[in-house]
């Protein structure tokens, strides 16, 4: 018996012709993540959230110079600013993904929400809504296009939809007036869940 | 069909293979048992002695994402005592000013405890940290672009631990890419951590309830 017959070799070249023809003939890749839908929005915009139907919305941003957890702790300081992001969440029947929520601003810079147990973004248990509020620690002289990126966290590729909020800061000038205006301090509210209606 | 030729070059690789059967299976024994005899002593790891520079507290020290400054002389042996219902435990507190230091991506982040460790020395192994305590919390998130943030970390050591100068190793992390041809992405991030530095600092005791 002769493996290498002639035909055989010849399939084996047209395999390896087919693999790079298929890869000139893939398209240019226009988005960074194909399997990505942008969501974006404003602050006090209801944002559908990851191709379900569960929403999520931003009811209000403040600044702050020192955070308070419990009336009883002293207010944790820093070097920066603290961006408080109050938000409302529904979710619907099906049950949504969770939720990795970074603020971005123009010059590439990630800002990650600061470890307290009551700064963070969930979704209730179906059928309810929830409100609550997320603490981040900013640069304030990299505020510029400040945009709260309320992503799914996923374990396989599959296609889904991330919420871009833009938090209304165009230039350094209003970010810095923000931050003059800063509040002393913000006693970070405990999440309340509700029936939603 | 099968011609004549074929059938007696089977049965002259049949013969050549029998012929050879027990010194091969010989070998194999051997191999196996080399093997064996060098996992039950510990490994073919080479001893290659330390390659990073050792520091003595205090000092700065870039590494990876992160830039440590040990401007605290003396690390705390924190020592808990034996009461009726816990054992006596002791920690080792190190103080350092951290600062985010990621140019590449502007994140912000908390320190990994496995990027700064304990070299207890005499071939034991490294203990890990339990990350930086900063502003009172520990695993605090440092931002790029602000000011250091004057931290601790700790490590678990035993009860009697009196050690006159402990030596830290700091690991850091590395901006590359993993390899595309396996089909991974090939964008860069912070990983496969290796060792920078040692950091040696001199200790002092304290009991738990005196100090706080």
């Keep these: 018996m002769k493996l290498y017959r002639p035909a055989t070799i010849l399939v084996g070249v047209l395999f390896i012709l087919l693999g790079g023809l298929t890869r000139l003939a893939t398209p240019e890749q226009v988005y960074d993540e194909q399997n990505m839908k942008a969501v974006r929005g404003t602050v006090g915009e209801v944002l559908q959230y990851g191709g379900g139907d569960s929403t999520v919305k931003v009811t209000r941003m403040k600044f702050a110079k020192a955070i308070v957890e419990n009336d009883e702790d002293k ?43 009551n700064s963070g973004m969930d979704f209730p248990e179906a059928g309810f809504g929830k409100t609550g509020a997320v603490i ?62 | 069909m099968e011609s004549l030729d074929d059938v007696i070059d089977a049965m002259i690789a049949d013969r050549v293979i029998h012929r050879h059967r027990r010194k091969w299976l010989i070998v194999i024994a051997l191999v196996v048992v080399v093997a064996l005899v060098v996992l039950a002593t510990g490994g073919w790891t080479q001893k290659k002695g330390r390659t990073v520079p050792t520091l003595t507290a205090p000092t700065t020290v ?81 931002v790029y672009g602000l000011p250091p943030e004057s931290c601790y970390t700790e490590f678990d050591v035993a009860p009697d631990f009196a050690e006159e100068v402990v030596e830290l190793g700091i690991l850091g992390n590395r901006y590359e ?30 009991v738990d309830g005196e100090d706080e």
């Design chain 1, 75 to 117: 207010p944790i300081e820093t070097n920066g600013v603290f961006v408080a992001i109050e938000w409302d969440t529904v979710r619907g029947s099906e049950k949504p993904n969770n939720i990795k929520a970074t603020l971005t601003a123009d010059g590439g810079t990630v800002y990650a929400p600061i470890g307290l147990t």
């Design chain 2, 177 to 206: 890419s993993d390899n595309g041809l396996l089909g991974a992405d090939e964008d860069p991030y912070w990983h496969n951590p290796v060792p920078d530095a040692v950091v040696r600092v001199k200790t002092k005791v304290v």
């Design chain 2, 62 to 142: 870039e590494s990876g994402e992160w830039e440590y400054n040990f401007t605290a002389t003396e690390a705390e042996i924190r020592r808990k005592p034996k009461t009726k219902y816990s054992e006596a435990e002791a920690k080792l507190r190190v103080y350092f000013d951290l600062k985010n230091n990621d140019s590449e991506e502007h994140t912000s982040k908390y320190l990994d405890g496995r990027l700064v460790r304990m070299v207890p020395g005499g071939g034991k192994d490294l203990v890990e940290s339990n990350g930086a305590d900063c502003r009172g919390e520990l695993g605090w998130v440092l």
């Design chain 1, 136 to 197: 981040f620690e900013v640069n304030p002289s990299d505020l510029k296009d400040l945009t709260l990126n309320v992503r799914p966290t996923m374990f396989f590729n599959t296609y889904n939809s991330y919420v871009l909020v833009d938090l209304g800061i165009p230039g350094d000038d209003i970010a810095q007036r923000m931050v003059d205006e800063a509040a002393a301090q913000y006693v970070l509210p405990r999440p309340v869940v509700r029936v939603a209606s």
